[in-house]
């Protein structure tokens, strides 16, 4: 066939061979199947099946979406894009050498963390009434790949071979199955439980500690929370109770906050510099949550315990990249300068519902009046995602979308198929699509799709 002739030309003759293959014995199939009609359709279209298939073979299978289910930090949709200038900085160091590892001041080895280590000093240093933070010397950070490695380091460091005290209350389970008890069994400490489900004191953890316990671990608790009936003890008693018995405190946070997200309507979200002006020792948290850059995990607290953890020989296999290094810098640049327009998520939550009104009204108008597609703006409720905040909601607005004959599942289902993939969600029955998680730029995309969509289902 001389399609399949010019697509060997462009795609190479292997690819196109396998893809022949591989639709034949599709075809081999229907015949042992009985599907007739299938094979006679297929036979007719035979070189679009193999370049489809060769396509399909050949190309990315990571691929930008469209995020349209409200979900800021989705984690299985990659959790906090990243802006432009962001990727901008990442190409620039990518393409070719960098001071990674090296001192341009006197020309030596030096180390990688101190590319970000000046930034949190800075972002996290003491603050007085209406000033700027002062850098705080005596805290230093060290990123790893993620937070779950970030916990893991600090207690294989600081206490392998010897006791952890935890509330029963904070033995947290988030996705991807990641559980502290797991974790801390991994680090070869030994998990001290204390109190109950729903209500732990300071004089829990008091009465637990010997001659063995070497960490008092605090946990945010991920994904859920515990009401009625509870208690939990104020972060600042126990940095008193571990300091008098000369113990660190270690807080692992999760999504790590480096602002204060009231103003977000997000409320009860401990910040970074919450934990550490309340005299916790190392805290623990996330790059790509409420931080809103890369995926990555911090340590950050007393720099005679940072250190003793950069020491450790397995923090080589934790540690991360050129790329990532370079994409949280910015990231902590962005903070620095006051740039917050320039983290998608905090852009993300600042929106208010009646912004997204009015883009959902301009996209439902269009669709109504160019495509097959019934469209109605509905209110909503989007959510931050990632285990931050697991009771915040923020008000929105829905765009509802229907085509008739075809089912909500359906719909949904095509939508997920498009160029680029919108992922959407159903909500009584109806597919719907949240623009607070969509960029302003791919509303178009989104009006495209579902007219294509309209137009092929009728």
């Known amino acids: 066939m001389p399609e399949l002739v010019m697509l060997s030309a462009g795609e190479g003759r292997n690819a196109v061979l396998d893809a022949v293959r591989s639709v034949l014995q599709g075809l081999r199939e229907d015949v042992s199947g009985g599907r007739v009609d299938a094979l006679e359709q297929s036979i007719d279209h035979l070189p679009e099946l193999v370049e489809r298939r060769v396509k399909e073979d050949t190309g990315f299978s990571l691929r930008r979406v469209i995020n349209a289910t409200g979900v800021i930090l989705h984690t299985n949709l990659g959790r906090a894009p990243l802006a432009e200038p962001i990727m901008d900085r990442i190409g620039e160091v990518a393409v070719g050498y960098s001071n990674l590892e090296f001192d341009l001041a006197d020309g030596k080895r030096g ?17 007085g009434e209406g000033t700027a933070a002062v850098p705080d010397a005596s ?11 970030a916990v893991w380091l600090a207690l294989n460091t600081l206490a392998a071979g010897g006791e952890v005290i935890v509330s029963r209350g904070e033995l947290v389970e988030i996705g991807g199955s990641f559980r502290i008890p797991d974790v801390m069994m991994q680090s070869n400490a030994i998990l001290r439980e204390v109190g109950t489900t729903n209500r732990t004191r300071v004089s829990d953890y008091e009465r637990a500690i010997d001659d063995k316990t070497r960490v008092l671990l605090r946990v945010h608790r991920s994904n859920f929370e515990i ?4 208690e939990q003890p104020p972060r600042e008693e126990l940095v008193t109770l571990a300091h008098s018995r000369n113990l660190p405190l270690l807080e692992d946070l999760g999504s790590g906050a480096l602002l204060n997200l009231t103003s977000f309507g997000i409320a009860n979200e401990a910040g970074v510099a919450e934990s550490l002006r309340a005299g916790v020792d190392i805290v623990t948290y996330s790059g790509d949550k409420l931080l809103g850059g890369p995926q990555a995990g911090m340590l950050t607290g007393r720099s005679d315990l940072i250190a003793r953890m950069r020491a450790n020989s397995l923090f080589r296999a934790l540690r991360v990249d050129k790329l990532i290094y370079s994409a949280l810098e910015a990231t902590l640049l962005a903070y620095l300068r006051g740039d917050l327009d ?17 883009r959902a009204d301009a996209l439902a108008e269009t669709l109504q009046a160019t495509t097959g597609v019934q469209a109605e ?8 995602g990632g285990g931050a905040a697991p009771s915040a909601v923020l008000p929105t607005h ?22 680029p993939p919108i992922i959407a969600r159903i909500s009584d029955e109806r597919t719907v699509l949240d623009l607070r998680t969509v960029f302003p730029e791919q509303d178009g995309a989104v009006i495209a799709a579902l007219r294509e969509i309209a137009e092929r289902h009728g």
């Open 342 to 358: 320039s983290i998608p998520i905090l852009c993300m939550m600042r929106l208010t519902k009646e912004e997204i009104r009015r």
């Open 139 to 149: 805290r230093s950070t060290i990123v790893v790949n993620n937070n779950a490695a």
């Open 398 to 419: 829905l765009l509802a979308v229907t085509v008739t004959g075809m089912s909500a599942d359906d719909l949904l289902a095509r939508l997920r198929t498009a160029a």
């Open 111 to 127: 180390e990688r963390d101190v590319h970000v280590d000046r930034l949190f000093q800075k972002l996290l240093g003491h603050a």
């Open 377 to 384: 703006v509905i209110r909503g409720e989007s959510v931050i």
């Open 227 to 230: 009401t009625g009936f509870t």
